[in-house]
């Protein structure tokens, strides 16, 4: 039987690399993630998520989950790409993040 990609990137711990690598990225930018074991990440924005999330794809073409919806307002759902994707949204959200509380006139 042959092996999926998904399986492939699993097996050999690309996930879990890519993974600590943005959950790290995160914490240098200020945002908490609670821990994970999955291919995805919760993390802490604070503020509104949704214009958050907006401005990750309008102006960084970065599609993250807005998780106000579901009742966690300020939050968002990252999924766990190639460590360049990571690297990227890492980047992205740095960006979004520095404009926002710029705009609101004060670090959270």
Request: net charge negative; proline share 4%.
């Given at each position: 039987?042959?092996?999926?990609?998904?399986?492939?990137?699993?097996a050999?711990?690309?996930?879990?690399r890519?993974?600590?690598?943005?959950?790290a990225?995160?914490?240098?930018?200020?945002?908490?993630?609670?821990?994970?074991?999955?291919?995805?990440?919760?993390?802490?924005?604070?503020g509104?998520?949704?214009?958050?999330a907006?401005?990750?794809?309008?102006?960084?073409?970065?599609?993250?989950?807005?998780l106000g919806?579901?009742?966690?307002?300020?939050?968002?759902?990252i999924?766990v790409?190639?460590?360049?994707?990571?690297?990227r949204?890492?980047a992205?959200?740095?960006?979004?993040?520095?404009g926002?509380?710029?705009?609101?006139?004060?670090?959270?």
């Open positions: 039987m042959r092996a999926s990609p998904f399986s492939s990137a699993t050999d711990g690309s996930t879990a890519a993974r600590a690598r943005l959950v990225g995160l914490a240098a930018i200020g945002v908490d993630c609670p821990p994970s074991a999955a291919n995805f990440v919760m993390a802490e924005v604070g509104d998520s949704a214009a958050v907006e401005r990750l794809a309008a102006e960084h073409r970065v599609v993250v989950r807005d919806l579901l009742g966690l307002p300020g939050h968002l759902r999924t790409g190639t460590e360049e994707q990571v690297d949204c890492v992205a959200l740095t960006a979004v993040l520095a926002s509380r710029t705009a609101a006139g004060a670090v959270r």
